[in-house]
């Protein structure tokens, strides 16, 4: 599967670790890769994708009434929540709607993910608010 995910544009570096289940990617920075590519790699090569743990550059919008973090350079756009144990993260995000930050969190994976049009949940644990 290493091989399968190196050849995705945008990535420094693959470590696939089968024996506890997991792949360490590396992006350069300014890459334009949708996190689901890797998913989709993954399911291709016979593996089932669990959660990832992943750090995103976006701009914080409101979506339905709520945060949201549309992605620098894709298409995309997170519905967020707080991470267990991160609580109150939303609410510092409501303070910086239409402001450029990174977010530290995590993806879950579930069905809804792979069904068009589905919306894709990031679960904030850490903010910061990009300087340039």
């Known amino acids: 599967m ?6 995705v544009e ?18 350069k ?3 334009r890769v949708d996190p689901e590519r890797f998913r989709r790699v993954a ?10 743990d992943v ?9 339905g009434g709520k ?4 992605v620098t350079g894709l298409a995309v756009v997170y519905g967020l929540e707080d991470h267990a144990g991160s609580k109150g ?8 709607i239409g402001k450029t930050v990174v977010v530290s969190g995590y993806m879950p994976e579930t069905a809804a993910h792979r ?15 990009d300087p340039h």
């Open 115 to 129: 069904d068009a049009g589905a919306p894709r949940i990031l679960r904030v644990r850490e903010i910061s608010i």
């Open 89 to 96: 993260r939303l609410n510092d995000l409501e303070k910086v």
């Open 10 to 27: 945008g990535v420094a570096s693959v470590e696939v670790s089968l024996k506890e289940g997991t792949a360490r990617i590396l992006l």
């Open 43 to 52: 399911r291709d090569n016979g593996f089932t994708p669990k959660g990832s």
């Open 2 to 7: 290493s091989v399968a995910l190196k050849k």
């Open 67 to 70: 945060p949201a973090l549309e």
């Open 29 to 31: 920075p300014d890459n």
């Open 55 to 63: 750090r995103v550059a976006g701009r914080v919008i409101e979506h």
